[in-house]
């Protein structure tokens, strides 16, 4: 079945230092790849998107490409801040016969210290 | 403002009780989703019901029951048969017909305390 892999946490980094999450994934198909993001007693929210090969998702200065020969979808982002700090959780949607779902890595944990 | 309403926040039962999170989506989404959350173990998916009186069983259904009666509206019972049931219990929903599957909107959660 599909999955999902991330790099396991907690990743402490220094404020303005540069972030790397690692995610791969094992499919069949043409998966959709998300990153979402949850604060501390929060439900999930979407970060980041990408629906096909080389499509690169972008948002509040995070990236994460779509390597369909690799199979990756790695996060980065240039300069974090404290309020990064959160947990990370790289996805693929997987479409079956009941219909589409979603399947999540185990998340990364990220400190942010100044 | 549109969004997910899981409610309550914070839940404590007693061993052997049948409990029931509320879900309630004004997004006029038709595809709802129930997960459970446990610590280094990411979310795992409990049932999902892409229309309303249609539900699927997911990952990890044993000791779970759901209905689907109202659009807006996927209650989650957690029954004395789960053997585990203390967790992060979290809501989903997507677009559906028209609109794509893709992307999921999540609620804010309910932590359940079973004791």
């Known amino acids: 079945g599909d999955s999902v892999t991330q790099m396991e946490g907690p990743v402490t980094l220094s404020e303005e230092a540069f972030l790397t999450i690692n995610c791969t994934y094992t499919?069949?198909?043409?998966?959709?790849l998300f990153w979402y993001v949850q604060y501390p007693g929060e439900g999930l929210q979407l970060l980041l998107k990408?629906?096909?090969?080389?499509d690169k998702g972008s948002n509040k200065g995070f990236e994460a490409t779509y390597r369909k020969e690799t199979t990756s979808f790695h996060l980065e982002k240039g300069s974090v801040q404290v309020s990064d700090s959160a947990v990370y959780f790289c996805a693929l949607t997987s479409y079956t016969g009941g219909g589409n779902k979603l399947t999540f890595g185990t998340g990364t944990q990220l400190k942010v210290e100044l | 403002d549109g969004g997910i309403t899981q409610s309550p926040k914070y839940l404590f039962r007693k061993e052997g009780q049948n409990v029931t999170l509320s879900c309630e989506q004004n997004l006029n989404h038709d595809a709802m989703y129930w997960y459970r959350q446990d610590p280094g173990q990411g979310l795992r998916l409990i049932y999902y019901?892409?229309?309303?009186?249609?539900?699927q069983k997911g990952d990890i259904a044993e000791g779970y029951s759901v209905s689907r009666e109202k659009k807006e509206s996927f209650p989650l019972t957690v029954t004395s048969a789960q053997k585990n049931p203390t967790a992060f219990y979290l809501c989903?929903?997507?677009?559906?017909?028209?609109?794509?599957?893709?992307?999921?909107?999540f609620g804010p959660g309910t932590r359940l305390t079973v004791t």
């Open positions: 019901s892409q229309i309303v009186n249609d539900f």
């Open positions: 499919a069949t198909g043409y998966p959709s």
């Open positions: 989903a929903s997507t677009g559906g017909l028209g609109t794509g599957f893709d992307e999921q909107y």
């Open positions: 990408a629906t096909k090969a080389d």
